[in-house]
Nanobody, 125 residues
Framework: VQLQASGGGLVQAGGSLRLSCTTS????????AGWFRQAPGKVREFVAF???????????VYSDFVKGRFTISRNDNKNTVDLQMNSLKPEDTAVYYC????????????????WGQGTQVTVSS
């Protein structure tokens, strides 16, 4: 599985961006998919994850600092995982990465073994 993140850019505070994680090769419908971010000089941190689609849909979990502003979703027909980011703040500025894993859900980036290359998000004040 190879992942590619896209959709980053420069936006003013309060604006929105939609990131997309696409795959080449094998489907990721049975993978837990996560978004992470890394700001300069900081460690990579968890943003959100989404479970594989089950009989009753998916479960999502968010970090406290994006809860209510960001929404993670997946489209199994297109084999993509998106991150809708609203009400962006300057502190959201970072490189955003998508990643997937099999098995249990996780917030620790060390638990994910397949990563995309990252997309830069810059929020100006």
């Amino acid at each position: 599985v190879q992942l590619q993140a896209s959709g980053g850019g420069l936006v003013q505070a309060g604006g929105s961006l939609r990131l997309s994680c696409t795959t080449s090769g094998r489907t990721i419908t049975m993978y837990v998919a996560g978004w992470f971010r890394q700001a300069p000089g900081k460690v990579r941190e968890f943003v959100a994850f989404i479970t594989p689609t089950g009989r009753i849909g998916t479960d999502t979990v968010y970090s406290d600092f994006v809860k209510g502003r960001f929404t993670i979703s997946r489209n199994d027909n297109k084999n993509t995982v998106d991150l809708q980011m609203n009400s962006l703040k300057p502190e959201d500025t970072a490189v955003y990465y998508c990643a997937v894993k099999q098995g249990r859900t996780a917030k620790d980036p060390e638990d994910y073994n397949i990563w995309g290359q990252g997309t830069q998000v810059t929020v100006s004040s």
